[in-house]
């Protein structure tokens, strides 16, 4: 296997409420929801940076296509990292997350690995940091 992930899918509960919090509220493009003739087809694919894309697919039918039970979510099973260029963005994007309907769950502060940094989740419980790391320059 190579080294590289090329899509990351999130189970959501309510496909087009999770499309209007990345697209509206985040800024992520989309085209929106597609596959929605096809039975447990509807999908959203947002374009992220690199080629990566971030999908968002009903729980459901995520469950379905993988043959296995639908399960209640799990928050601390993984996260999802944004890192910005400066501690103002890393505020900027919580603030941006908490107007979309995110929940601010630990407000951004400076970090035991000296960088600054904190965590939402989206509609969906899925746990986002947010994160500013001096030892991470960001490429504009």
């Known amino acids: ?3 590289r992930i090329s899509l ?8 087009d409420r999770a499309v209007r919090f990345y697209r509206d509220g985040l800024g992520l493009k989309t085209e929106g929801v597609i596959g929605q ?4 087809g509807a999908v959203a ?3 992220l940076e ?6 968002l697919y009903p729980g459901r039918s995520l469950a379905k296509d993988a043959g296995l ?3 209640p979510p799990s928050p601390t099973a993984f996260s999802l990292a944004h890192n910005v260029s400066s501690r ?3 505020d900027a994007v919580m603030a941006q997350a908490e107007r ?3 929940t601010v769950l630990k407000p951004a502060q400076d970090t035991f690995w000296g960088g600054y940094a904190g965590y939402f989740q989206d509609l969906d419980q899925h746990l986002w940091e947010v994160a500013w790391n001096p030892a991470w320059p960001i490429n504009e």
């Open 88 to 90: 103002e963005e890393v």
């Open 50 to 55: 690199g080629g990566l894309k971030l999908g």
């Open 1 to 3: 296997m190579k080294p």
């Open 37 to 40: 003739d096809l039975e447990d």
């Open 100 to 102: 979309a309907g995110g």
């Open 8 to 15: 990351i899918t999130l189970a959501v509960d309510d496909l």
């Open 45 to 47: 694919f947002f374009d």
């Open 69 to 71: 039970q639908l399960r």
